[in-house]
C-alpha cells in the first residue's frame, strides 16, 4: 500500500508557441497548479493492486468569458467582448482496480476504471466528463501481455457555451465555434486490443462508436475503426 501525493507551479504563457510553435517568449500571465493525492493498496492472496486519485487543478491566467459581456449582458446583445475569468481550474476522481487475476504477471487480470472530472470556470470547452471502463489483460496463457479493453465516455459542454450558441442561433448568427447546431454532449463507446507484437511494438486496433457527433444531433451516431502502431526502440 502506498500513498503518492503531486503538486507544481509551470507557467501559462498566452503567445503558447505562438502559430508554428517556435515563440519562446518568457512572457506569462499566471500560473498551472496541479494537485493530486492517491492511494495504491493491494486486496487479497493475490495482491490485486488497485490505483485510487483525487485532484486538481488551478490556472491563474485571464480568460475572456464566452457569453457573458464586460457589462453583464449577453455578447450577442450587447456586442461587447466577454468579461474576463480571473481564475478557473477542474477537479477529479479516478481509481482502478483489479478485481479478478488470471496469473501471477503484475497487470495479468481483470481491471475496472472509473473517472469523473468537473471544470470550474466559464471559460473552459467542458463542463464535466464521466468514463467508466473494463480492462481484461493476460486472459491467453502465450500472450500475458496482451489486453483487451472496453471503455464509455461522456462529455457534457460548457452550459455558457450551450447558452451562447443558442442565443445566437435565435438571433441567426453564426454559432460559436462554427458548428451548425447548439452543442449539449456525447458519448463514445471503444473497444481496443493491445497486441504486443515483438520486443518494442504494439499493435492497437481500434473501434468507436460515436453517439451525438459535434455535441448535436446534426449528424448521425457514428461508427470508426482504425488501428495505431508503436514502436519504440
Same mark, same amino acid.
Given at each position: @500500500?502506498?500513498?503518492?501525493?503531486?503538486? #507544481? *507551479?509551470?507557467?501559462?504563457?498566452?503567445?503558447?508557441?505562438?502559430?508554428?510553435? !517556435?515563440?519562446?517568449?518568457?512572457?506569462?500571465? #499566471?500560473?498551472?497548479?496541479? @494537485?493530486?493525492?492517491?492511494?495504491?493498496?493491494?486486496? =487479497?492472496?493475490?495482491?490485486?493492486?488497485?490505483? &485510487?486519485?483525487?485532484? #486538481?487543478?488551478?490556472?491563474?491566467?485571464?480568460?475572456?468569458?464566452? !457569453?457573458?459581456?464586460?457589462?453583464?449582458?449577453?455578447?450577442?446583445?450587447?456586442?461587447? *467582448?466577454?468579461?474576463?475569468? $480571473?481564475?478557473?481550474?477542474?477537479?477529479?476522481?479516478?481509481? %482502478?482496480?483489479?478485481?479478478?487475476? &488470471?496469473?501471477?504477471?503484475?497487470?495479468?487480470?481483470?481491471?475496472?476504471?472509473?473517472?469523473?472530472?468537473?471544470?470550474?470556470?466559464?471559460?473552459?470547452?467542458?463542463?464535466?466528463?464521466?468514463?467508466? #471502463?473494463?480492462?481484461?489483460?493476460?486472459?491467453?496463457?502465450?500472450?500475458?501481455? %496482451?489486453?483487451?479493453?472496453? !471503455?464509455?465516455?461522456?462529455?457534457?459542454?460548457?452550459?455558457?457555451?450551450? $447558452?451562447?450558441?443558442?442565443?445566437?442561433?435565435?438571433?441567426?448568427? *453564426?454559432?460559436?465555434? =462554427?458548428?451548425?447546431?447548439?452543442?449539449?454532449?456525447?458519448?463514445?463507446?471503444?473497444?481496443?486490443?493491445?497486441?504486443?507484437?515483438?520486443?518494442?511494438?504494439?499493435? !492497437?486496433?481500434?473501434?468507436?462508436?460515436?453517439?451525438?457527433? %459535434?455535441?448535436?444531433?446534426?449528424?448521425?451516431?457514428?461508427?470508426?475503426?482504425?488501428? $495505431?502502431?508503436?514502436?519504440?526502440?
Amino acid at each position: @500500500m502506498a500513498l503518492s501525493e503531486k503538486w #507544481g *507551479p509551470p507557467l501559462v504563457s498566452p503567445t503558447e508557441g505562438g502559430r508554428a510553435g !517556435f515563440n519562446f517568449s518568457f512572457a506569462q500571465d #499566471g500560473f498551472v497548479i496541479p @494537485m493530486e493525492i492517491g492511494w495504491q493498496p493491494e486486496f =487479497g492472496k493475490g495482491k490485486m493492486t488497485g490505483h &485510487y486519485k483525487l485532484g #486538481g487543478y488551478v490556472d491563474t491566467s485571464n480568460h475572456p468569458d464566452p !457569453f457573458t459581456s464586460i457589462d453583464g449582458r449577453p455578447k450577442p446583445i450587447s456586442q461587447l *467582448p466577454g468579461k474576463t475569468e $480571473r481564475q478557473r481550474g477542474a477537479w477529479y476522481v479516478g481509481a %482502478d482496480q483489479m478485481v479478478f487475476r &488470471y496469473g501471477k504477471a503484475a497487470n495479468q487480470g481483470i481491471i475496472l476504471y472509473g473517472l469523473a472530472g468537473w471544470n470550474m470556470g466559464a471559460s473552459l470547452p467542458n463542463q464535466s466528463q464521466y468514463t467508466l #471502463g473494463i480492462i481484461s489483460q493476460g486472459m491467453f496463457p502465450a500472450r500475458i501481455t %496482451d489486453a483487451i479493453s472496453f !471503455f464509455w465516455t461522456r462529455q457534457v459542454v460548457n452550459r455558457k457555451i450551450t $447558452r451562447m450558441q443558442e442565443m445566437q442561433s435565435d438571433m441567426g448568427l *453564426p454559432l460559436l465555434g =462554427g458548428v451548425s447546431k447548439p452543442q449539449s454532449s456525447f458519448q463514445v463507446l471503444e473497444l481496443t486490443y493491445t497486441a504486443f507484437v515483438s520486443p518494442g511494438v504494439k499493435f !492497437f486496433p481500434d473501434l468507436q462508436y460515436i453517439i451525438h457527433p %459535434d455535441a448535436n444531433r446534426v449528424y448521425p451516431n457514428a461508427l470508426l475503426a482504425g488501428f $495505431r502502431l508503436l514502436a519504440q526502440f
